[in-house]
Protein backbone atom coordinates (compact mmCIF):
# COMPACT_ATOMS: atom_id res chain seq x y z
CA UNK A 1 0.00 0.00 0.00
CA UNK A 2 1.31 2.93 -0.65
CA UNK A 3 2.02 6.02 2.00
CA UNK A 4 -0.19 8.88 0.72
CA UNK A 5 2.29 12.30 1.40
CA UNK A 6 0.19 15.81 1.79
CA UNK A 7 1.15 19.18 2.26
CA UNK A 8 -1.21 21.18 4.44
CA UNK A 9 -2.05 24.96 3.61
CA UNK A 10 -3.88 27.62 6.04
CA UNK A 11 -7.51 28.79 4.81
CA UNK A 12 -5.83 32.27 4.69
CA UNK A 13 -3.90 31.12 1.89
CA UNK A 14 -6.44 29.90 -0.11
CA UNK A 15 -8.35 33.26 0.28
CA UNK A 16 -5.59 35.46 -0.87
CA UNK A 17 -3.24 33.63 -2.40
CA UNK A 18 -5.34 35.86 -5.40
CA UNK A 19 -3.16 38.90 -4.83
CA UNK A 20 0.35 36.56 -4.79
CA UNK A 21 2.40 36.03 -8.24
CA UNK A 22 2.48 33.04 -9.56
CA UNK A 23 5.98 32.57 -7.99
CA UNK A 24 4.94 33.39 -4.38
CA UNK A 25 2.46 31.36 -4.86
CA UNK A 26 4.68 28.18 -5.69
CA UNK A 27 7.57 28.92 -3.17
CA UNK A 28 4.79 29.08 -0.48
CA UNK A 29 3.79 25.96 -1.34
CA UNK A 30 7.28 24.69 -1.37
CA UNK A 31 7.85 26.35 1.89
CA UNK A 32 4.99 24.38 2.93
CA UNK A 33 6.07 21.20 1.81
CA UNK A 34 9.16 21.53 3.87
CA UNK A 35 7.54 21.75 7.44
CA UNK A 36 8.04 19.40 9.63
CA UNK A 37 4.60 17.25 10.41
CA UNK A 38 5.34 16.18 13.72
CA UNK A 39 6.80 20.23 14.92
CA UNK A 40 3.32 21.17 13.01
CA UNK A 41 1.67 19.41 15.56
CA UNK A 42 2.98 20.63 18.07
CA UNK A 43 2.21 23.91 16.94
CA UNK A 44 5.54 25.38 15.40
CA UNK A 45 5.09 25.07 11.72
CA UNK A 46 8.60 26.09 10.51
CA UNK A 47 10.93 24.97 7.43
CA UNK A 48 14.79 25.49 6.82
CA UNK A 49 14.74 25.23 2.90
CA UNK A 50 17.36 27.89 1.72
CA UNK A 51 16.94 30.32 -0.81
CA UNK A 52 19.20 28.20 -3.04
CA UNK A 53 16.94 24.85 -2.02
CA UNK A 54 13.85 26.72 -3.40
CA UNK A 55 15.30 27.69 -6.45
CA UNK A 56 16.56 24.61 -7.68
CA UNK A 57 13.11 22.69 -6.41
CA UNK A 58 10.31 25.18 -7.96
CA UNK A 59 13.43 26.59 -10.88
CA UNK A 60 13.51 30.31 -10.54
CA UNK A 61 15.94 32.19 -10.35
CA UNK A 62 17.03 33.37 -6.88
CA UNK A 63 16.26 37.12 -7.49
CA UNK A 64 12.88 35.89 -8.43
CA UNK A 65 12.57 33.54 -4.88
CA UNK A 66 13.60 36.51 -2.78
CA UNK A 67 10.71 38.48 -4.36
CA UNK A 68 8.22 35.96 -4.02
CA UNK A 69 9.51 35.15 -0.16
CA UNK A 70 8.85 39.06 0.45
CA UNK A 71 5.23 38.84 -1.01
CA UNK A 72 4.98 36.40 1.52
CA UNK A 73 5.91 38.46 4.33
CA UNK A 74 3.74 41.04 2.90
CA UNK A 75 1.13 39.14 3.31
CA UNK A 76 1.78 37.47 6.58
CA UNK A 77 1.88 34.00 5.26
CA UNK A 78 5.04 33.49 6.09
CA UNK A 79 7.81 35.03 9.13
CA UNK A 80 11.37 34.90 8.26
CA UNK A 81 13.83 34.52 10.77
CA UNK A 82 17.83 34.05 11.12
CA UNK A 83 19.45 31.04 12.29
CA UNK A 84 22.50 30.71 13.54
CA UNK A 85 24.55 29.69 11.20
CA UNK A 86 23.50 32.78 8.84
CA UNK A 87 20.71 31.15 7.05
CA UNK A 88 17.19 31.37 7.39
CA UNK A 89 13.98 29.72 8.79
CA UNK A 90 10.08 30.64 7.64
CA UNK A 91 7.83 30.37 10.03
CA UNK A 92 4.06 30.04 8.95
CA UNK A 93 1.95 32.65 10.30
CA UNK A 94 -1.79 33.56 11.12
CA UNK A 95 -2.12 36.17 8.23
CA UNK A 96 -3.40 39.64 8.52
CA UNK A 97 -6.72 41.67 9.49
CA UNK A 98 -9.05 42.83 6.32
CA UNK A 99 -7.73 46.02 7.37
CA UNK A 100 -3.89 44.77 7.01
CA UNK A 101 -4.61 43.19 3.83
CA UNK A 102 -5.58 46.19 2.20
CA UNK A 103 -2.38 48.02 2.80
CA UNK A 104 -0.49 44.70 1.77
CA UNK A 105 -2.34 44.57 -1.52
CA UNK A 106 -1.55 48.07 -1.91
CA UNK A 107 1.91 47.71 -1.22
CA UNK A 108 2.60 44.24 -3.31
CA UNK A 109 0.75 46.26 -6.34
CA UNK A 110 3.73 49.24 -5.72
CA UNK A 111 6.64 46.47 -5.70
CA UNK A 112 5.11 44.67 -9.18
CA UNK A 113 5.00 48.54 -10.67
CA UNK A 114 8.67 49.42 -9.77
CA UNK A 115 9.70 46.09 -11.29
CA UNK A 116 7.86 46.92 -14.61
CA UNK A 117 8.96 50.11 -14.94
CA UNK A 118 12.73 48.69 -14.15
CA UNK A 119 11.91 46.01 -16.90
CA UNK A 120 10.99 49.35 -19.43
CA UNK A 121 14.23 50.96 -18.53
CA UNK A 122 16.40 48.42 -19.15
CA UNK A 123 14.12 45.99 -22.01
CA UNK A 124 12.69 48.63 -23.92
CA UNK A 125 12.21 47.31 -27.01
CA UNK A 126 11.53 43.98 -26.17
CA UNK A 127 8.79 45.13 -24.20
CA UNK A 128 7.56 47.82 -26.83
CA UNK A 129 7.37 44.36 -29.20
CA UNK A 130 4.92 42.48 -27.06
CA UNK A 131 1.15 42.78 -27.92
CA UNK A 132 -1.31 43.48 -25.38
CA UNK A 133 -3.56 40.90 -24.36
CA UNK A 134 -6.98 41.43 -23.21
Request: aromatic share 8%; proline share 3%.
Amino acid sequence: MLERDFTRVPNYFIRTQKYLSEKAVKAYLYICSCVNTEDARNGDEKAFPTVDTIHEKIGFSKGAVSNATKELEILNLVTKERRFNKSNYYRLSNGLTDEELEQAIIIIGEMRKKKNQELNRRFPKIIDSIPETR
